[in-house]
């Protein structure tokens, strides 16, 4: 809920901004364009289209590309003559460009949507009726940029750390319903074997919500803060693959081993349990909560009933799959703790979200 409420938010802003930069560039295009063939408009709507981390560098190359593109179609408009050989170099183009966004849809591509708005460009260049100098087109292209870029920055300015706030917490959320999961089933190893697999799809619970602030990895997002958001989520999605490990090892081990271990299992599950509350909190409200709980002696705990389980020679323990299990398991909670306990003392004593 609070992934999407983040995530609408940042779309009604942004809309309002484009609707802001439009409404200027009608009232620039009808008294003070060179071309009023809607250039100005064209530019300001598509530099106003950014995302969230890079939205300056994302506005100057989309202006590239419509530069390119008046360049591109009024070179067609002078040179090409024949009516056939003209439409069939649009088509071309079009073609060249869906064969590159094709294969390279899957890749790290911060041009590609410039790409779309060269073709777009050309395409609106190509066949507008009135044919203008390039450099009036120009001037009003640079108009609709300037408009589009700066109701994007100044009329409703992008809250870097209000949005990464909101997208950790979505997921920090999604982390501690499973883990709450989690314990449901320690509790029921040593009642009901079918109750130990869990009914509920991981891989759907643990999945990335709209809100995640996967613009932290933009090429070219702000350097001050790249190296601290980036180790967050970074660390955080070794969480997430943990719980999933820990998930799978749960559902391959015996439930006669389990239940041995359930106790302590779930003693060390809902201390890491309460640090995803701790980081939750911190980021939905500002606060650091101060915690009392000893966060060490539950791993010592639960290693050492592990001790007792499994033989301690490793020559006896690649014998028994469920030695291997359940060792994996214990490793994995024990690496998680780490991890959450690192994530905490990361955290500055005071935000500015």
């Given at each position: 809920?609070i992934?999407?409420?983040?995530l609408?938010?940042?779309?009604?802003?942004?809309?309002f901004?484009?609707?802001?930069?439009?409404?200027?560039?009608t009232f620039?295009?009808?008294?003070?364009?060179f071309t009023h063939a809607?250039w100005?408009l064209?530019?300001?709507?598509i530099?106003?289209?950014?995302t969230?981390?890079?939205?300056?560098?994302?506005?100057h190359f989309r202006?590239?590309g419509?530069?390119?593109?008046?360049?591109v179609?009024?070179?067609?408009?002078?040179?090409i003559s024949?009516?056939?050989w003209y439409?069939?170099?649009?088509?071309?183009?079009?073609?060249?460009?869906?064969?590159?966004?094709?294969?390279?849809?899957q890749l790290?591509?911060?041009a590609?949507?410039?790409?779309i708005?060269?073709?777009?460009?050309?395409?609106?260049g190509?066949?507008?009726p009135?044919?203008?100098?390039?450099y009036?087109?120009?001037?009003d292209?640079?108009l609709?940029f300037?408009i589009?870029?700066s109701c994007?920055?100044?009329?409703?300015p992008?809250?870097?750390?209000q949005?990464?706030?909101e997208?950790?917490?979505a997921?920090l959320?999604?982390l501690?319903?499973?883990?709450?999961?989690?314990?449901?089933?320690?509790?029921?190893?040593?009642e009901?074997t079918?109750a130990?697999?869990s009914?509920?799809d991981?891989?759907?619970?643990?999945?990335?919500?709209?809100?995640?602030?996967d613009?932290v990895f933009e090429v070219?997002f702000?350097?001050?803060l790249?190296?601290?958001?980036?180790?967050f989520?970074?660390?955080?999605?070794r969480?997430?693959?943990?719980?999933a490990?820990?998930d799978?090892?749960i559902?391959q081990?015996?439930?006669?081993?389990?239940?041995?271990?359930s106790?302590?299992?779930?003693?060390?599950?809902?201390k890491?349990?309460?640090?995803?509350e701790i980081?939750?909190?911190y980021?939905a409200?500002?606060?650091l909560q101060?915690?009392a709980?000893?966060?060490?002696?539950?791993?010592?705990a639960?290693?050492?009933?592990?001790n007792?389980?499994?033989?301690a020679?490793?020559e006896?323990?690649?014998i028994?799959?469920?030695?291997l299990?359940l060792?994996a398991?214990?490793?994995?909670?024990?690496?998680?703790r780490?991890?959450?306990?690192?994530l905490i003392n990361?955290?500055?004593?005071?935000t500015?979200h």
């Open positions: 809920m992934n999407r409420l983040a609408k938010s940042f779309f009604w802003r942004n809309a901004a484009v609707g802001i930069a439009v409404f200027i560039a620039i295009n009808r008294y003070y364009s809607c100005i064209l530019t300001a709507y530099v106003g289209q950014t969230r981390g890079t939205p300056i560098r994302q506005s202006f590239l419509i530069v390119a593109a008046v360049f179609s009024s070179l067609m408009i002078t040179m024949r009516q056939s439409y069939g170099i649009i088509g071309f183009v079009f073609v060249i460009g869906a064969q590159t966004l094709f294969l390279t849809r790290e591509f911060p590609e949507k410039a790409v708005f060269f073709l777009f460009g050309v395409l609106f190509a066949l507008a009135e044919k203008f100098p390039i009036q087109r120009l001037i292209v640079l609709g300037v589009g870029l994007s920055l100044l009329v409703v992008f809250r870097l750390e949005e990464f706030c997208g950790v917490v997921v959320q999604t501690h319903e499973y883990s709450e999961e989690l314990r449901k089933r320690i509790d029921l190893f040593g009901n079918a130990a697999k009914d509920t991981l891989s759907l619970l643990l999945k990335r919500q709209p809100g995640y602030p613009w070219g702000n350097p001050g790249r190296g601290g958001f980036r180790f989520l970074v660390n955080l999605d969480v997430t693959e943990l719980f490990s820990i799978y090892q559902s081990a015996s439930p006669v081993l389990l239940q041995q271990i106790t302590s299992m779930n003693d060390a599950v809902k890491n349990q309460e640090l995803l980081m939750q909190t980021f409200q500002n606060k101060q915690s709980s000893d966060y060490t002696s539950d791993i010592v639960l290693e050492k009933r592990l007792n389980i499994v033989p020679n490793m006896l323990l690649d028994s799959a469920d030695n299990y060792t398991i214990v490793r994995d909670i024990k690496d998680l780490n991890i959450l306990l690192q990361s955290l500055p004593s005071k500015s």
